[in-house]
């Protein structure tokens, strides 16, 4: 079955400091990638999507690049700022299932 | 944002009684989800639905019943609590799943079992 594997958190990290939250993923045909962002006290948000081999999706200074051949799609960002501060999680979605989350990392910036 | 509405927001229930969560869209989404999140076990699929009176079970669905009467509405159903329900339940809804189907997700509703 399709399923997803991301780092163990909770990683805590200085602002201004470069962030890799690492995701791979084992699914049946060619899943779409996501990763979804969940602010203290909220719902999960979209925060940015790839939909085919190589494809880099971005969105508020973070990346993801499909990776099709090392099955990953790890999330990154050059600078992070206290208000990342969250917890992110990586997904995909295969056929006409619903999504599949990994169990999600918690990140924590420090001024 | 989305509009996805989860009533109560917060509920603390005895075991062995019933409790039904609801969540209601204004998008005219034709899919609806129920999610649970537990620390280290990130979010897990309870039930979803396909259309109204369409539902199927997901990876943790037992224990837990819902209904679809209308698009709008989608309702969990705890018949008996428990307390390894106590967790946050999320809605979430989306258009058909294609490769680019975003899934808008409602603020969730934490449950406590006592």
């Known amino acids: 079955g399709n399923s997803v594997t991301q780092m163990e958190g909770p990683v805590t990290l200085s602002e201004e400091a470069f962030l890799t939250i690492n995701c791979t993923y084992t699914?049946?045909?060619?899943?779409?990638l996501f990763w979804y962002v969940q602010y203290p006290g909220e719902g999960l948000q979209l925060l940015l999507k790839?939909?085919?081999?190589?494809d880099k999706g971005s969105n508020k200074g973070f990346e993801a690049t499909y990776r099709k051949e090392t099955t990953s799609f790890h999330l990154e960002k050059g600078s992070v700022q206290v208000s990342d501060s969250a917890v992110y999680f990586c997904?995909?979605?295969?056929?006409?299932?619903?999504?599949?989350f990994g169990k999600g990392t918690r990140l924590s910036v420090i001024a | 944002d989305a509009g996805i509405t989860q009533s109560p927001r917060h509920k603390v229930t005895e075991t062995g009684t019933p409790v039904t969560l609801r969540c209601h869209q204004t998008e005219n989404h034709r899919y609806m989800y129920w999610y649970r999140q537990d620390p280290g076990h990130g979010l897990r699929l309870i039930h979803y639905s396909y259309g109204v009176k369409d539902t199927d079970k997901g990876e943790v669905s037992d224990g837990y019943s819902v209904s679809r009467s209308k698009t709008e509405d989608f309702l969990l159903t705890l018949e008996s609590a428990t307390s390894s329900q106590t967790s946050v339940y999320f809605c979430?809804?989306?258009?058909?799943?294609?490769?680019?189907?975003?899934?808008?997700f409602g603020q969730g509703t934490r449950l406590t079992v006592v």
């Open positions: 790839a939909t085919k081999a190589d």
């Open positions: 979430a809804i989306s258009d058909v799943p294609s490769l680019n189907t975003e899934a808008f």
């Open positions: 699914a049946t045909g060619y899943p779409s």
């Open positions: 997904a995909l979605y295969s056929g006409n299932t619903p999504l599949v």
